[in-house]
């Protein structure tokens, strides 16, 4: 069973940045995907940033191209992700998730972790 822990999240305002932190166990299970959704009340889901696993080749969402950064250590359990230039927004519960074939068909989910940004 792959299991995925957060942590990281809070309240900033405006222009502020974030950092999240999602360590992976279970890794046997083979998986194609690794990385964030968030999830809104009232909205649909959004893939936020995450890998592809057999190339670490990484993708992010639009709404999120040029302020995240998602990274990964070399053991590749650990992913990072880096939330700069916040907007309202992005307030969102997020979620480290894993996913065995599609991106958007996901398997694993970790308990989420809830950021507010506030003008």
């Known amino acids: 069973q792959v299991q995925l822990v957060e942590s990281g999240g809070g309240s900033v305002q405006v222009g502020g940045s974030m950092n999240f932190t999602c360590t992976l166990s279970g890794t046997e299970i083979r998986l194609n995907y690794i990385g964030w959704v968030r999830k809104t009340p009232g909205k649909a889901r959004e893939g936020v940033a995450g890998y592809y696993v057999s190339n670490w080749q990484p993708w992010y969402a639009d709404s999120v191209k040029g302020r995240f950064t998602i990274s990964r250590d070399n053991y590749k359990t650990t992913l990072y992700l880096t939330l700069n230039s916040l907007r309202v927004d992005d307030t969102a519960t997020y979620y480290c998730?894993?996913?065995?074939?599609?991106?958007?068909?996901?398997?694993?989910w970790g308990k989420g972790t809830q950021v507010t940004v506030s003008s």
């Open positions: 998730t894993g996913s065995r074939y599609a991106r958007t068909d996901v398997d694993y």
